[in-house]
């Protein structure tokens, strides 16, 4: 089954303890689509400015994804830029400018519209819904977003969220959404804005996956190699969703091992800048990676 993802397409410039890239290539939809590929192909909907190195794009082409709906602008290509101190879950944006994006009326390719699976990446809202409006009744749908676009565009994402069914969040941003500290609470609160299912990302601490029939946690898998976690939200969303539309199945042993499958991705992700780990990884590695995490997580 195919999936459909409208996100951003950056270019990053991150700072870690273990060094910092300038202009990387980075973006929501690209964290995606580079994990979500071994699983699905991906149709990918955005945008870059004149500026953008499309043969960044190349390994993402040569590996099932779909870049006919990404639009090339006028003008300068989205940034963002962070810094990252010792406690690698601690990250402070130090700029975020939209340039094209400011601009951007997403125009879906005709062979797009009937996506079976669409995933709404970090983005403003307003474009998420945009992009929602034009395909033709998707099976499923699931949704990010960051604090950026909750706290400066909060109406428009409720619309969002009320045509979602998933919706992946980390902790700090569904304490924001609903205005409560207590982790569980603040959870079964998002399900009443209209998703089944809340995904909530814990950084190192794994993954809580919450609907109204129960819980299920997954933990992180404790890589030594942390070098840079930029993206790994993004691309735990394309493993989650990946596997999801793999199987084209919905029900809570499938959003469990998806759940499994997004720590797999992210675990990978952050182990290089940018996405370099995850253009050279290959189906064994990652089926080794996650036979090392049921292990990791057994008992008797
Ligand atoms: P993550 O670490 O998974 O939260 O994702 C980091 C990626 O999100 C980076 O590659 C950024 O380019 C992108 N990003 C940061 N801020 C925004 C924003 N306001 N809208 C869309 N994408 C963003």
Redesign the pocket.
């Known amino acids: 089954m195919r999936v459909l993802v409208v996100?951003?397409?950056?270019?990053?410039t991150?700072k870690t303890p273990f060094g910092e890239v300038e202009d990387a290539l980075?973006?929501?939809a690209?964290?995606f689509s580079a994990a979500a590929r071994y699983f699905a192909p991906v149709d990918m909907v955005g945008v870059v400015g004149e500026d953008f190195p499309m043969e960044g794009l190349d390994f993402l082409r040569a590996g099932s994804v779909n870049i006919q709906g990404i639009q090339r602008m006028k003008g300068r290509t989205?940034?963002?830029s962070?810094v990252y101190g010792s406690d690698l879950n601690e990250?402070e944006?130090l700029d975020?400018q939209?340039n094209v994006?400011a601009d951007f009326h997403p125009e879906l390719p005709e062979s797009y519209r009937d996506a079976p699976y669409v995933f709404l990446?970090?983005?403003?809202p307003t474009l998420q819904l945009n992009v929602l409006d034009q395909v033709r009744g998707p099976k499923r749908v699931v949704c990010?977003t960051?604090n950026?676009?909750i706290e400066g565009k909060r109406e428009t994402l409720l619309k969002v969220l009320k045509r979602t069914d998933i919706v992946v969040l980390?902790e700090g941003e569904v304490r924001q959404l609903v205005g409560e500290s207590d982790l569980i609470k603040a959870s079964k609160k998002v399900l009443e804005l209209g998703p089944e299912v809340a995904v909530i990302?814990k950084g190192e601490h794994g993954a809580l996956m919450v609907s109204n029939s129960g819980f299920f946690f997954a933990p992180a898998y404790p890589t030594e190699h942390v070098f840079d976690?930029?993206?790994?939200?993004?691309?735990?969303?394309g493993g989650f969703v990946g596997y999801l539309a793999q199987g084209d199945a919905f029900d809570e042993e499938s959003i469990r091992r998806a759940v499994v499958y997004g720590s797999v991705m992210a675990s990978f992700n952050v182990e290089r800048f940018?996405v370099e780990r995850l253009k050279a990884l290959d189906k064994k590695e990652i089926r080794e990676r996650l036979q090392a995490f049921r292990e990791m997580v057994r008992v008797d």
């Open positions: 996100g951003s397409i950056a270019l990053d991150v980075g973006g929501s690209v964290y989205f940034r963002w962070g990250r944006t975020t939209l994006f990446a970090n983005i403003d990010d960051m950026f676009w980390n990302k976690p930029t993206g790994a939200g993004d691309s735990f969303a940018s």
